[in-house]
């Protein structure tokens, strides 16, 4: 079954405790992304990445970073979490332009 | 400031009745997308509509991009509870790569 994974599904921690959320697509897509998601304010790419070894800064990055090693998973780290990175997190995958981009169950994370 | 403006972002009706959700905005796209979310769930594509003043129906739901596409509508006729959700409609800027998306509309049918 194609799908895009993400764990943990649910994640409360501290303030400044190193985190990272796994994503993995079994799809073989070139392309994939990290969203945000708060009231209001829709979906805001985070970071993206076109291949393997490139990523890039999409609309709200600041306190993220990513990683793309492989093809298949796009990890999202928040280094030192504060309470304003408390949201629902979707990562997502799509093949070309016009493809069908897929998304993840989302995590919802808290920073207390 | 959004670059894409969906309206209206609650919209709550009975069963039965017809709606229409709006995306808007003063960029032009070289496609536009809706996604429906549902609770704890990733959206998931309804539709993509390329062409400006393309018409795609989807069962109850017809898409309209608009003809300097930059605009696109959902229609849904005789709206069922099973409709309820989250719409987000997306846009590819031309000549960029990323997806930009509205802020949503939650819907909700009541029986």
């Given at each position: 079954?194609?799908?895009?994974?993400?764990?943990?599904r649910y994640?409360?921690?501290?303030?400044?405790?190193?985190?990272?959320?796994?994503?993995?697509?079994?799809?073989?897509?070139?392309?994939?992304?990290?969203?945000?998601?708060?009231?209001?304010?829709?979906?805001?790419?985070?970071?993206?990445?076109?291949?393997?070894?490139?990523?890039?800064?999409?609309?709200?990055?600041?306190?993220?970073?990513?990683?793309?090693?492989?093809?298949?998973?796009?990890?999202?780290?928040?280094?030192?979490?504060?309470?304003?990175?408390?949201?629902?997190?979707?990562?997502?995958?799509?093949?070309?332009?016009?493809?069908?981009?897929?998304?993840?169950?989302g995590?919802?994370?808290?920073?207390? | 400031?959004?670059?894409?403006?969906?309206?209206?972002?609650?919209?709550?009706?009975?069963?039965?009745?017809?709606?229409?959700?709006?995306?808007?905005?003063?960029?032009?796209?070289?496609?536009?997308?809706?996604?429906?979310?549902?609770?704890?769930?990733?959206?998931?594509?309804?539709?993509?509509?390329?062409?400006g003043?393309?018409?795609?129906?989807?069962?109850?739901?017809?898409?309209?991009?608009?003809?300097?596409?930059?605009?696109?509508?959902?229609?849904?006729?005789?709206?069922?509870?099973?409709?309820?959700?989250?719409?987000?409609?997306?846009?590819?800027?031309?000549?960029?790569?990323?997806?930009v998306?509205?802020?949503?509309?939650?819907?909700?049918?009541?029986?």
């Amino acid at each position: 079954e194609a799908q895009v994974t993400q764990n943990p599904r649910y994640l409360i921690t501290v303030t400044g405790k190193k985190l990272t959320v796994t994503c993995s697509q079994n799809m073989n897509h070139e392309y994939m992304s990290w969203y945000r998601q708060d009231p209001g304010l829709g979906l805001r790419q985070i970071y993206y990445s076109m291949n393997v070894e490139v990523t890039d800064k999409g609309d709200v990055p600041e306190g993220y970073k990513v990683s793309r090693k492989e093809k298949r998973n796009f990890p999202l780290i928040l280094e030192s979490p504060s309470p304003n990175q408390t949201s629902l997190y979707f990562c997502a995958s799509r093949g070309t332009a016009y493809n069908e981009q897929f998304f993840g169950p989302g995590t919802r994370l808290t920073v207390l | 400031t959004q670059l894409l403006e969906q309206s209206p972002q609650f919209l709550s009706i009975q069963e039965g009745e017809n709606l229409t959700v709006y995306c808007n905005s003063s960029s032009v796209f070289s496609s536009l997308q809706w996604y429906r979310q549902e609770p704890g769930e990733g959206p998931v594509l309804l539709v993509t509509v390329v062409t400006g003043g393309e018409v795609k129906k989807l069962k109850r739901l017809t898409f309209q991009f608009g003809d300097a596409r930059k605009d696109s509508s959902l229609h849904i006729t005789a709206a069922q509870p099973g409709d309820t959700g989250l719409y987000l409609c997306a846009g590819r800027i031309q000549g960029a790569q990323k997806l930009v998306f509205g802020q949503g509309t939650r819907l909700t049918i009541n029986p």
